[in-house]
């Protein structure tokens, strides 16, 4: 099987994993490529929710093009899941989240979530974290700072840029990626995180951080992971 045959492959099985909740629930959905398989799957039984919490934008285009009801956070109290994905998952459910910048909201309705079903192939399994990139979601105008502190927890830290379009590249050639809140994102390459929720503490401590996007705080109480030989729930 390659990867995209092991993201449906736990798409589905996060499909039944939920529909095990009560009818008439509201659900917490995240945002990349394994949350849409997700949310292909859930489709077809939209209507066991009352209503979904999205992540992102483009989450939100998604379900409403499938005809789920999508509600605004401030509308609702507590969630009983939140589903998505992640770039790295330890052995205790601490993540790496934000390889496709919805960091900020994912980490907010992951807050307001009873249980943080995480849903990722096996090579998102790592013993710790800090092979993929670190994400931290800045203020525009104190990405200079940010950097600044950012680099004395000793890795490479880069500014995440737009996918530029062929156009694109003639005029603006380096123009930064922003997420749906309007921030910047820094990756911080080359960290060995031994300490996820004393990393996640310092670096939320920054003037002018948003959202970092280690998930220490709130990790992933199960997790639904795709391998070769199916679908394990780890808890
Ligand atoms: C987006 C995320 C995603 O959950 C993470 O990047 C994993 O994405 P994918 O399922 O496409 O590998 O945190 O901000």
């Known amino acids: ?5 092991l993201k449906l492959l736990v798409g589905q099985a996060a499909c039944e994993e939920v529909l095990r909740l009560p009818r008439g629930q509201i659900l917490g959905i995240g945002t990349g ?6 949310i292909d799957a859930l489709a077809p039984y939209k209507d066991h929710f009352a209503g979904t919490v999205s992540s992102s934008n483009a989450t939100t285009g998604r379900l409403l093009k499938h005809g789920f009801k999508v509600l605004d956070p401030n509308e609702v109290s507590t969630l009983p899941a939140y589903v998505d994905g992640a770039d790295e998952i330890d052995g205790s459910g601490n993540m790496i989240k934000g390889g496709g910048g919805a960091l900020t909201r994912e980490k907010i309705i992951a807050s307001m979530a009873q249980q943080f079903i995480c849903i990722c192939d096996s090579s998102k399994q790592v013993k710790s974290l800090g092979g993929f990139a670190l994400p931290v979601e800045v203020i525009p105008l104190a990405k200079g700072a940010v950097q600044r502190e950012l680099e004395k927890l000793g890795g490479t830290v880069s ?5 530029a379009t062929r156009e694109d590249l003639d005029q603006t050639p380096s123009a930064p990626f922003v997420t ?19 990393l996640e ?3 939320n401590q920054i ?3 948003i959202t970092v996007g280690l998930f220490a705080k709130e ?6 992971v795709s391998n070769e030989s199916g679908v394990s729930r780890l808890t």
């Open 159 to 163: 500014l995440r840029l737009a996918k």
């Open 1 to 5: 099987m390659n990867q995209d045959q």
């Open 180 to 198: 749906d809140n309007g921030g910047w994102i820094l990756d911080i390459s080359g960290l060995k995180i031994t300490n996820p929720l004393k």
């Open 219 to 224: 990790k992933a109480d199960i997790l639904l």
């Open 207 to 209: 003037a002018g951080v």
């Open 33 to 38: 490529s394994t949350a849409n398989c997700f």
């Open 201 to 203: 503490s310092e670096i």
